[in-house]
Structures are given as C-alpha cells and as structure tokens.
C-alpha cells in the first residue's frame, strides 16, 4: 500500500527558506505511472497546488510561486522535496505531498498526512 | 488565475441528495479535456480523492457520489446522504492553457 509523510521543521523565520520531504513508502518514486505533488492549505482556507516533479525528474509550478519553489528528488532514498524561499507569514499552511497522474493533473491520490509549518520570528 | 467558484456551504438531511457545483472558465472547467477531479476532507484529515476524468470514481468510492459537468461547471452528486459524508468538498481542474492545476475554494456540507 503507498503511503506518503512529510518531514521537516515545523517553524520558519520569515525571509527565510521551508524545506520539506516527502518520503514514500509501497512504490517508486521513478515509476513511469506517476508524479508526485506538493500542494498547501493556509488556516481556514482551501487547497492550493505548489507544483510537480514527475518521473524524468522535470518540474512544473503554480506560477503565483515559481519564482520561490524549488522541488527535487532523491530517488536512492525514494524521497522528493519542497523549499520554498523568502517565506512570509502568508505561507503559513499544512503542507501535503500526493502522488499525481503522470500527465495532467487528473488526481491526487494517496495523499500524505500533512504537516503544519509556520512562518513566525 | 482566480480559484474556481463553489458554493460556501449545503446541507441536507440523511437519505436526501445534494449537489455541489463549481464554476470556472473554458480555460479550465470547460476546456477541451475533461481533467476535473473532486476531494472529500473531514477535520484535521488530509484530503480524500473521490472522483477524476468529471465523473470517474476513485477505487472504493460509493457509488452514491457521483460527478458531472455542464459548459464551465462541475458538479458533484451525493445521494442517500449518511452522517459521515459530513465534510469539506473541493472540486480541482486542470487549466491546459497554462500548465496549471487550480481548486475550488471549498463546500462545507453539513448533513442534518
């Protein structure tokens, strides 16, 4: 059964970087039949994608972000990672990592428990 | 790109069925590929997939949810309402023309 968790500190000084990790468990990373996410949630409010790494390891990303986001993998570990630079208090969400389609956004399915990261001096 | 339009809140009583719209645009929505999906999220829970491709349910899922779409709104269907649909729903699309994924803000349904 695959199963996603994310890692990563929990508090991030503003002007500062979010680093996060998503390490996945019952597949692989690599497989053609997939690519992996990372989308948000602010307190109180809805969903909001961050942007995709897919099996050749190329990216794509929500363009309201894409200057600040980086995601990257580490297929030896089956782990794929988020950092987000410049951070401000209006980043402050749960974070959740997903596998996706392998093309087109189709769904988002399994997703991870998801971890609260706060951006706060 | 603004998110996609659903309503705040629905309720109905158990046995009842609602319906859960969300508008967008032809960009998204009601463009040419039909790459509209659909997530249930119970408190402090992480999002539950439900329905893709606008009315293709995920392994599992009850036939009781069910999705359609009409021009540049999506629809999600719940009937025989039980207490435990009780959640938030988000309806997500594709937006071809810009490589884009986008959500809807959110329905809180409230079953009485």
């Known amino acids: 059964q695959l199963q996603l968790q994310e890692s990563g500190p929990r508090l991030v000084k503003p002007s500062e970087t979010l680093s996060l990790t998503c390490t996945v468990s019952?597949?692989?990373?690599?497989?053609?039949?997939?690519?992996w996410g990372w989308l948000r949630q602010p307190p109180g409010k809805g969903l909001e994608w961050i942007g995709n790494?897919?099996?050749?390891?190329?990216?794509s990303y929500n363009p309201s972000l894409k200057s600040r986001v980086t995601i990257f993998r580490d297929t030896s570990k089956n782990q794929f990672s988020l950092k987000l630079s410049s951070v401000t208090a209006a980043d402050t969400a749960v974070y959740y990592c997903?596998?996706?389609?392998?093309?087109?956004?189709?769904?988002?399915?399994?997703w991870g428990q998801g971890t609260r990261v706060t951006v706060s001096s | 790109q603004s998110a996609l339009t659903q309503p705040r809140s629905v309720s109905g009583s158990p046995g009842q069925s609602v319906t859960i719209s969300c508008t967008g645009t032809?960009?998204?929505?009601?463009?040419?590929?039909?790459?509209v999906s659909w997530y249930q999220q119970h408190p402090g829970k992480a999002p539950k997939f439900l329905i893709y491709d606008v009315s293709k349910r995920s392994s599992g899922v009850p036939d009781r949810f069910s999705g359609s779409r009409s021009g540049s709104t999506a629809s999600l269907t719940i009937s025989g309402l039980q207490a435990e649909d009780e959640a938030d729903y988000y309806c997500c699309s594709y937006a071809g023309t810009y490589n884009f994924v986008i959500f809807g803000g959110g329905t809180k349904l409230t079953v009485l």
């Open positions: 019952g597949g692989s990373i690599s497989s053609s039949d997939s690519s």
């Open positions: 032809s960009s998204d929505v009601g463009g040419y590929n039909n790459y």
């Open positions: 997903a596998r996706s389609s392998p093309g087109n956004y189709r769904w988002f399915d399994p």
């Open positions: 790494i897919y099996y050749s390891g190329s990216t």
